[in-house]
């Protein structure tokens, strides 16, 4: 049993344990001041990153550099053109930026890349398409199709597609607009955008016979299915991925994409006569549709060419038209926009 003396003197040390406690973390935090004040950290200064600039350093006769512009930071590779103008998903801003305001639709100017109009994205857009009645979009955050007017942005025209929430694909031929989605197929009328096709509804042999001119861009000869893996190209049809290259009407094989050209690492765009694409080696080739055979090319400099990143992107885009082409590295966040020269002729 503890004497009185020794239990007055635990009560004692129970009363003051806290005070002491806080004398204790007053004196740690102080010194802890003291020390940082006498032996500051040495300041780390986050530099922001600036990307490799390339620029073209040869280039065929038939193309002369027009414009380019940096700092065009897209947000997902798409990239399409139609009646002097080329179109983007993205930000002329970096994403870092106090002043960023999100990713829009963007209108450039073909002839000098200034900005025509932007129109506000508020969904996930996953493809681009453009002709020169509309830009055709395929909105996958809320299942729409939708159309917007080429020189003001103004919606033309807005469909859901019921179960599609991610869109692969998106072409259109004449006034046929083809969507290839996570649930299946659909094919519109592009100028309305009524739905005449869906995943739950096929085609009847009415609008089969109607419309079968334009289904041979979509679908084999012997089968009325919608394909996915078909790039139409003018009197060509693109068989993907195995690259094959064939006759739009008869079905003969005319040359081999992968291996004339191997290293291609963007989209396909294409005029009546020329195929344009990108290459591994920082090149922008331009090879006969019928023949494979080069046409023109842009060499962009190699002692700055990086391969190393394939998710940046690099992106083609035809505008037949205007006869300009352009193109998207991803890597350097830049856009260049080159004239086709004797474009009657190539």
Not at 79 to 96: D, Q
Request: aromatic share 10%.
């Amino acid at each position: 049993m503890l004497r009185r003396s020794e239990q007055q003197l635990i009560n004692k040390v129970l009363r003051l344990w806290p005070v002491g406690l806080i004398l204790v973390c007053a004196t740690s935090f102080g010194l802890n001041i003291l020390l940082r004040r006498a032996f500051p950290e040495p300041e780390v200064l986050v530099q922001p990153t600036t990307p490799v600039l390339y620029r073209p350093v040869e280039r065929g006769k038939t193309l002369q550099e027009l414009w380019s512009r940096t700092n065009v930071f897209a947000d997902f590779g798409s990239l399409a053109a139609a009646r002097g103008k080329v179109f983007l998903v993205g930000s002329l801003v970096p994403p870092e930026a106090k002043n960023f305001k999100g990713f829009f639709i963007l209108a450039l100017d073909g002839a000098n890349g200034e900005v025509l109009w932007q129109a506000e994205k508020g969904h996930s857009i996953d493809t681009l398409y453009a002709t020169s009645s509309a830009l055709y979009v395929g909105a996958g955050g809320t299942g729409r199709a939708m159309a917007y007017a080429l020189d003001t942005g103004q919606i033309l025209w807005s469909v859901p597609l019921p179960g599609a929430r991610s869109f692969y694909r998106l072409r259109v031929v004449d006034n046929l607009m083809y969507i290839v989605a996570y649930n299946g197929s659909f094919l519109l009328r592009a100028d309305t955008g009524e739905v005449i096709h869906k995943p739950t509804k096929n085609l009847t042999t009415t609008t089969l016979q109607e419309l079968e001119p334009q289904l041979r861009a979509f679908t084999s000869p012997d089968s009325v299915s919608l394909d996915y893996f078909r790039e139409l190209v003018n009197g060509a049809i693109i068989l993907m991925p195995n690259g094959v290259v064939k006759d739009r009407q008869t079905g003969t094989k005319l040359w081999h994409l992968w291996e004339t050209q191997p290293d291609v690492v963007s989209n396909l765009a294409a005029t009546k006569t020329t195929l344009y694409l990108f290459t591994q080696e920082g090149q922008l080739v331009g090879r006969d549709v019928r023949s494979g055979e080069l046409v023109t090319w842009v060499q962009f400099e190699l002692e700055t060419w990086s391969t190393s990143d394939p998710s940046s992107g690099r992106y083609v885009a035809v505008d037949e038209e205007a006869g300009l082409l352009y193109v998207y590295l991803g890597n350097s966040q830049q856009l260049f926009a080159f004239k086709i020269i004797d474009y009657a002729d190539h």
